[in-house]
């Protein structure tokens, strides 16, 4: 479920450029400073933390079953 919600919202909208993409590419440009850019980063950017964490949490219990 949660990587349709990550690929969805956190790819919206699809064209020209997904909006977490440009985003990410102010951040690092430093052009990143409007209030509703950060909130945009962090509504489209908070699916994909959340999927890497529930990801990294599964690797983690995989790796404790194995041993």
Excluded at 18 to 40: R, W
């Amino acid at each position: 479920m949660l990587i349709v919600v990550a690929v969805t919202l956190g790819l919206a909208p699809f064209s020209p450029q997904p909006h977490v993409v440009e985003k990410l590419a102010m951040l690092f440009n430093g052009t990143l400073s409007k209030p509703i850019d950060i909130f945009d980063l962090l509504l489209h950017g908070t699916p994909w933390v959340l999927l890497a964490i529930k990801l990294l949490r599964l690797a983690v219990l995989q790796m404790k079953g194995t041993d």
